[in-house]
Structures are given as structure tokens and as C-alpha cells.
């Protein structure tokens, strides 16, 4: 019984030690706004950018990452460090989000 019990403390201790598995994360681009505006994500996660607007946007970081969001098109971003930054279409700068990775 006490090797039962030993067993299932490292066996709940080892599955806290594994990683989680990466999201997807969906963002939506229309009518000139992000959709969330506020994502939530950690590293290893990816976010799919989908532009249903007809015009090409951006998502972009001053001083870090810029990605280009063709028209119809969907554009995917793995996130890799643990930060928060606030982001931008740099076409159209009243569109704003926020993203807060975490380790």
C-alpha cells in the first residue's frame, strides 16, 4: 500500500512537470479592428492572424515584431518569449491590441 502511495505522489508530481500543450490562438482582423483586442497566451502558443478586411494590415510592435496581414489571408505567429506588449496596424494606427505572454 505505501509503494501505491509513493507511486501516485510522483505520478501527480511528474504530470505537473509537463508541458502544456501550445494553443492556437485566433485573432480576427475586420472592419479596421482586432478581435480580441486583449489576448492571453503562452510561449510555445501561436496566434492566427486572420485578415477578413479587403486592405492589408499589420500587426506591430515599436521596437520589436512586425508582421504584414495580407487581405483574406491568415498569417500565423509562434510566440516565444515572455513579454507584453502593445501592438498596432501600422497602416491604420487607431487599430490597437495588447498581448501578454507568459512563461
Not at 33 to 61: C, L, R, Y
Not at 80 to 101: E, I, K, W
Request: overall charge positive; hydrophobic content about 40%.
Amino acid at each position: 500500500m505505501r509503494n501505491k502511495r509513493y507511486f501516485l505522489i510522483l505520478a501527480g508530481v511528474l504530470i505537473g512537470l509537463a508541458p502544456a500543450e501550445a494553443k492556437t490562438i485566433h485573432v480576427t482582423i475586420e472592419k479596421l479592428s482586432f478581435s480580441p483586442q486583449t489576448i492571453e497566451a503562452n510561449v510555445g502558443d501561436v496566434i492566427e492572424w486572420n485578415n477578413k478586411d479587403p486592405m492589408q494590415h499589420s500587426a506591430t510592435v515599436k521596437g520589436g515584431w512586425d508582421i504584414l496581414l495580407p487581405p483574406g489571408k491568415v498569417t500565423k505567429q509562434m510566440l516565444d518569449s515572455a513579454q507584453t506588449v502593445n501592438y498596432y496596424c501600422r497602416f491604420h494606427p487607431d487599430m490597437v491590441g495588447q498581448l501578454t505572454v507568459k512563461p
